[in-house]
């Protein structure tokens, strides 16, 4: 295994932070599953400093969720590092860790995100300063580049660990990719190869034996995944094992997933409020649902409701139709 700063993790396999998708109800289900750790959803730096309400919620953390990196963006030195002080000190949070990889407009025209990647001097400039200020170990989540022609990943790497950053994880596609096309593994391994700080990989790891091809072909240090976890913490499992005893264990079953689903909402709840959860569950319960025949009418369904009670109502309709289904079969 191996260790963040000063944070030991107990396997390899890492759960991404995805804007909007997770928070603690989600990080805590995905945890359950074995990931080694865990990432916040990004927290803007000016958020934190001002002391805003919504911000401040973000920040909460489940102790069954440790070790965890939450997770700051910014564009300017004096907010970061105020962010990040009070990240350290007030917060139980294992690592501090900031976005540069972030593809989307509104993050950039704040000149944070993926707009660092342009400039490996700013980075060993807010880096350092950040390091200095707190006691926490500092990370940093960066894409490849900016376009196929300002691909700096390796000089960023390398300025991120002049820096003192304790690791580095890389998404293997630019900026203008966003989430298109392929994830480019080779610059990943360049990465890996020039720095001696721990390296987590992301970019396609849809599958277990994704898991383990990108471990063997780059040689990183841990593999981050994070849209094949949306409705299939399973995957988290099945990675951890596969890459522990070379076993591909199964797929869960229609109840399991609807469990699983359920407890996501309860989590959701007790975070949110019923009226928020539900709303947000309706994206995360088609997730839940990819991949069992004729669930389109139920998405539907799902896509109307606005209780606990009707939620947990159409999930368990769906349960017993697929449980009869199974049944008439094996008669």
Same mark, same amino acid.
């Given at each position: 295994?191996?260790?963040?700063?000063?944070?030991?993790?107990?396997?390899?396999?890492?759960?991404?932070?995805?804007?909007?998708?997770?928070?603690?109800?989600?990080?805590?289900?995905?945890?359950?599953?074995?990931?080694?750790?865990?990432?916040?959803?990004?927290?803007?730096?000016?958020?934190?400093?001002?002391?805003?309400?919504?911000?401040?919620?973000?920040?909460?953390?489940?102790?069954?969720?440790?070790?965890?990196?939450?997770?700051?963006?910014?564009?300017?030195?004096?907010?970061?590092?105020?962010?990040?002080?009070?990240?350290?000190?007030?917060?139980?949070?294992?690592?501090?860790?900031?976005?540069?990889?972030?593809?989307?407009?509104?993050?950039?025209?704040?000149?944070?995100?993926?707009?660092?990647?342009?400039?490996? !001097?700013?980075?060993? !400039?807010?880096?350092?300063?950040?390091?200095?200020?707190?006691?926490?170990?500092?990370?940093?989540?960066? =894409?490849?580049?900016?376009?196929?022609?300002?691909?700096?990943?390796?000089?960023?790497?390398?300025?991120?660990?002049?820096?003192?950053?304790?690791?580095?994880?890389?998404?293997?596609?630019?900026?203008?990719?966003?989430?298109?096309?392929?994830?480019?593994?080779?610059?990943?391994?360049?990465?890996?190869?020039?720095?001696?700080?721990?390296?987590? &990989?992301?970019?396609?790891?849809?599958?277990?034996?994704?898991?383990? =091809?990108?471990?063997?072909?780059?040689?990183? !240090?841990?593999?981050?995944? &994070?849209?094949?976890?949306? &409705?299939?913490?399973?995957?988290?499992?099945?990675?951890?094992?596969?890459?522990?005893?070379?076993?591909?264990?199964?797929?869960?079953?229609?109840?399991?997933?609807?469990?699983?689903?359920?407890?996501?909402?309860?989590?959701?709840?007790?975070?949110?409020?019923?009226?928020?959860?539900?709303?947000?569950?309706?994206?995360?319960?088609?997730?839940?649902?990819?991949?069992?025949? &004729?669930?389109?009418?139920? =998405?539907?369904?799902?896509?109307?409701?606005?209780?606990?009670?009707?939620?947990?109502?159409?999930?368990?309709?769906?349960?017993?139709?697929?449980?009869?289904?199974?049944?008439?079969?094996?008669?």
């Amino acid at each position: 295994m191996f260790q963040i700063g000063n944070i030991p993790l107990k396997n390899r396999v890492v759960l991404a932070p995805m804007a909007g998708i997770s928070n603690s109800a989600f990080r805590l289900t995905v945890k359950e599953f074995g990931a080694g750790l865990v990432y916040a959803e990004m927290i803007s730096d000016k958020g934190i400093v001002y002391k805003n309400e919504k911000t401040l919620n973000m920040l909460y953390i489940d102790e069954r969720e440790k070790p965890i990196s939450l997770q700051i963006f910014g564009g300017e030195k004096d907010s970061l590092v105020e962010a990040a002080k009070f990240v350290d000190k007030n917060t139980n949070a294992d690592i501090i860790d900031i976005n540069m990889g972030c593809p989307v407009n509104k993050i950039i025209k704040c000149e944070a995100g993926a707009r660092w990647l342009l400039n490996p !001097d700013k980075i060993y !400039d807010m880096v350092s300063y950040v390091v200095e200020a707190v006691e926490k170990p500092v990370t940093v989540k960066m =894409r490849i580049g900016w376009d196929d022609e300002h691909i700096y990943a390796v000089e960023n790497a390398q300025a991120v660990e002049r820096a003192g950053g304790a690791a580095v994880a890389v998404h293997g596609r630019t900026r203008v990719q966003m989430y298109e096309g392929t994830a480019n593994w080779d610059i990943i391994r360049d990465v890996k190869q020039a720095v001696n700080i721990p390296v987590i &990989g992301n970019g396609d790891v849809k599958t277990p034996q994704d898991a383990k =091809r990108m471990l063997d072909e780059t040689g990183v !240090d841990g593999v981050m995944i &994070g849209r094949a976890a949306l &409705g299939n913490p399973w995957t988290i499992y099945r990675t951890v094992k596969y890459l522990e005893t070379g076993e591909l264990t199964g797929e869960p079953t229609v109840r399991e997933k609807i469990d699983v689903c359920l407890l996501h909402m309860k989590r959701l709840i007790s975070l949110k409020g019923e009226k928020i959860a539900i709303k947000e569950m309706r994206k995360h319960a088609a997730w839940y649902l990819k991949g069992i025949r &004729g669930n389109g009418k139920y =998405r539907n369904l799902i896509n109307n409701c606005d209780t606990k009670e009707e939620l947990e109502s159409i999930l368990q309709q769906l349960v017993e139709e697929k449980e009869k289904e199974q049944y008439a079969h094996q008669i």
